[in-house]
């Protein structure tokens, strides 16, 4: 708090007393100023064992969210974050990895929030629908988030994907949402894997079939590539697997530049993808669609923050959200 200054013009509502309200707006899915306020009164006695005298005022909260400097909040976010990965990273024999691949794994995905097109006008998305969208990088060793960025509703994943760099050795898994064969290659030269879906529509070639081993599942392994990325002078092969998914009686085709995991292997990493479906569903975010504001690019809590600076608007948008 002194490094930030936090305390400054305080009026006797510390930073704690303000996290510890905005941390029940989250928990209890307050909408208003009011809703915080009247929950923190009702639990007095609770807010006690907290270290605070009393409930504060709407308007000494709103004077908090207005002009207490952000950076504590980014820099008590981070140090949560450490923890939490050091937590993980501490007890391996607790975390147990699914595969025996020592490469980090990690999945990228987006969803979509929907808004009221005619309450949030600025977030048009389709001709009686609004919605921004978040963008997710999930780290698998802890499931633990990564990155994360909210943009328009209407832009691409794969826009987002390109701006992101991964250490060599990583393996990435994606949805058939960003195909993008010209990604790929780049990931490739930087020594990135990647486990997809091969679209129904893609246009290859087999360069060569591979032995298929002795395991449950395995149709197909082909080598192949692309013929829009040999039209352009890249050279590129790329692994074809055929799996069947005797559960749902479905044959599934993944696409992978990994030459060296086995095909059942490469099936299961896929399915692996599933923990940042879930992460979605079970995940309450920082800020609450339904309260969300929109200028620009940037996504603000305009409601509960009151006004913000301009410096504060990159920083929302284009760093880690908690979740």
Known sequence: MRKHQAERHARGFTSWGQFVAMLFCQLGHAQSLR???????????????????????????????????????QTVFQQLLEKCQSVVSSQPGKTKRKFRFKNKLLSLDATVISLCASVFDWAQFRRTKGAVKLHLLLDHDGH????????????????????????PGTVLVIDRGYTDYEWFAGLTQDGVYLVTRLKDNADYAVVEEREIPQRKGVRRDQVIFFYKLAQAGV??????????????????????????????????????????????????????????????????????????????????AQHLLCA
Not at 49 to 73: D, K, V
Not at 145 to 162: D, F, N, W
Not at 238 to 258: A, C, G, M, P
């Open 35 to 73: 809703e915080i306020c009247g929950g923190l009164a009702a639990s007095e006695g609770k807010l006690k064992h907290l270290g605070l005298p009393a409930a504060p005022a709407r308007s000494t909260l709103a004077y908090a969210n207005e002009h207490r400097p952000w950076p504590l909040y």
């Open 144 to 167: 633990l988030p990564s990155y994360a960025v909210l943009t328009e509703g209407k832009q691409h994943e794969v826009r987002v994907a390109r701006q992101l760099q991964f250490a």
């Open 235 to 316: 050279e590129c092969f790329f692994r074809r697997v055929e799996y069947y998914d005797e559960e749902h009686d479905q044959i599934l085709v993944f696409l992978t530049n990994h030459m060296k995991l086995a095909a059942a292997t490469i099936a299961e990493v896929y399915k692996a993808r599933w923990a940042i479906e879930l992460f979605f569903e079970s995940s309450t975010w920082c800020t609450p669609s339904y309260v969300m504001e929109f200028q620009e690019p940037f996504a603000l809590n305009r409601p509960l923050l009151g006004s913000l600076y301009g410096s504060v608007r990159p920083y929302i």
